[in-house]
């Protein structure tokens, strides 16, 4: 039974570490496309998939996050990496499955999935 | 063109009424709205579902609130349709529904879609779960009161009572935070079903 108890226990566990992990700025940013072209494609699953793979390895320098309408509705799903001090990368067409293949490259290793960005 | 496709398949890739869900709920986003409060009112024995959308955004004024319920109105700028609030409208009265909008500016406005519970064309309700905890992570700064009724058993889901625990300092898309949000809305789900 899932009880505020709990959260109260999540709090306890991550006070004091918040701080830590410094501030929104030096994070990378994932932001997922969810305009009306974007949910009808399959956004809502690529950021269901994105958060848990973030969540699953601790990847405490990235924050999963959307936006509406980028434009570029025949592409969607659409996933924009923001890392910083770097050129903003567009996923284009996204799915579950390649999001997995991002995180792993892209977030973790520093290697974009170049066959999965716009123009390709 | 996708829009232009999703117009001609008449809304039919908004498969589930909780994608249609997480669209208008992102409009109440958008508007700059503290709070959306979601509700879902299943009635089998009235053959009703009501879904209600409601958020204390900007508002709209009435020529702007005429005119939303045209897929060829829209306030963004990166494209000409706006399709989310005429595709919930469609999916209501297909199935012998009811539609309405209201709003009043600087206080907020309200989605009402009543749908025929048995009816052949009502779409299923969908992943509810991924719904609100997709609009939870994606905006932390802002409080969602869900609700969930079926006949007489009902679920409440609100971030008011999470924030409260969690303190100004945790955000609620802290990826800890959003499993256990993840995890009460399925186990809350569970049992109205």
Redesign the interface.
């Known amino acids: 039974m899932k009880s505020l108890a709990e959260l109260q226990a999540i709090r306890e566990r991550m006070q004091g570490t918040v701080g830590l992990r410094g501030d929104n700025t030096d994070k990378i940013r994932v932001v997922v496309g969810m305009a009306t072209c974007g949910i009808a494609a399959g956004a809502r699953p690529v950021l269901t998939a994105m958060t848990e793979e973030v969540a699953k390895r601790n990847l405490d320098n990235v924050t999963v996050t959307q936006t509406g309408c980028i434009g570029l509705c025949q592409y969607e799903p659409l996933v924009e990496v923001y890392v910083p001090g770097q050129e903003k990368v567009t996923y284009v067409k996204m799915t579950p499955e390649k999001a997995l293949k991002v995180v792993e490259d892209h977030l973790v290793n520093g290697n974009p999935v170049a066959e999965y960005t716009i123009g390709r | 063109?996708?829009?232009h496709k999703?117009m001609t398949t008449g809304g039919h890739?908004?498969q589930e009424i909780s994608?249609n869900i997480?669209?208008i709920a992102?409009n109440g986003v958008?508007a700059g709205a503290s709070v959306v409060e979601i509700a879902v009112d299943e009635q089998p024995q009235k053959d009703l579902l009501t879904v209600t959308i409601k958020d204390n955004g900007c508002g709209m004024d009435a020529e702007k609130l005429q005119q939303v319920t045209d897929p060829f109105f829209t306030s963004?700028t990166?494209?000409k349709v706006?399709?989310?609030v005429p595709?919930i409208k469609m999916a209501a009265e297909m199935t012998g529904g009811r539609f309405s909008i209201e709003s009043t500016v600087g206080v907020g406005t309200t989605v009402t879609a009543q749908f025929g519970y048995s009816h052949i064309d009502r779409m299923p309700l969908g992943?509810l779960v991924?719904?609100v905890?997709?609009l939870v992570?994606?905006?932390p700064h802002m409080d969602f009161l869900y609700t969930h009724i079926r006949g007489d058993q009902v679920f409440v889901m609100d971030t008011k009572?999470?924030r409260a625990?969690?303190?100004d300092?945790?955000s609620l898309?802290?990826?800890?935070?959003?499993?256990?949000i993840r995890?009460?809305l399925a186990?809350g789900e569970q049992s109205v079903i």
């Open positions: 063109m996708l829009c999703l890739v908004l994608l997480l669209d992102e958008k963004r990166t494209r706006g399709l989310g595709f992943n991924d719904t905890t997709a992570q994606c905006n009572e999470f625990v969690l303190g300092e945790i898309a802290e990826p800890e935070v959003v499993q256990y995890a009460f186990e």
